[in-house]
């Protein structure tokens, strides 16, 4: 339902931008959120956005550095990442729920399978 992609290998200070696609139903309406995971810890939120863009939330540590973005003409929801560093590294999932906005995991009920972003010189 949910389809992440744009993961990558990249040095510290780079970019990269992860997309989700919404398939078989529409999450136009659903608040959406980025959430990761890195080896041995606890799967954590990232960002979120309303389902009109116009709220949006982010843990301190990507503050100023990423940036959420969505199309509801296309039903996606995109993560732009720049000034990238080691600790960023991690499984990256999209998901989708119908708070308004939230950070709790509970809170998104579709979850896309999770794409990898590795910072590493």
């Known amino acids: 339902q949910l389809q992440a992609s744009g993961g990558g290998l990249v040095q510290p200070g780079g970019s990269l931008r992860l997309s989700c696609a919404a398939s078989?139903?529409?999450?136009?309406?659903?608040?959406k959120g980025w959430f990761r995971q890195a080896p041995g810890k606890e799967r954590e939120f990232v960002a979120a956005i309303n389902w009109n863009g116009r709220s949006t939330d982010y843990i301190n540590s990507v503050e100023g550095r990423f940036t959420i973005s969505r199309d509801n003409a296309k039903d996606t929801v995109s993560l732009q990442m720049n000034m990238l560093k080691p600790e960023d590294t991690a499984v990256y999932y999209c998901?989708?729920?119908?708070?308004?906005?939230?950070?709790?995991?509970?809170?998104?009920?579709?979850w896309g399978q999770g794409t990898q972003v590795t910072v590493s010189s």
């Open positions: 998901a989708a729920g119908r708070a308004y906005t939230s950070r709790d995991q509970a809170d998104f009920g579709s």
């Open positions: 078989g139903r529409t999450f136009v309406m659903y608040t």
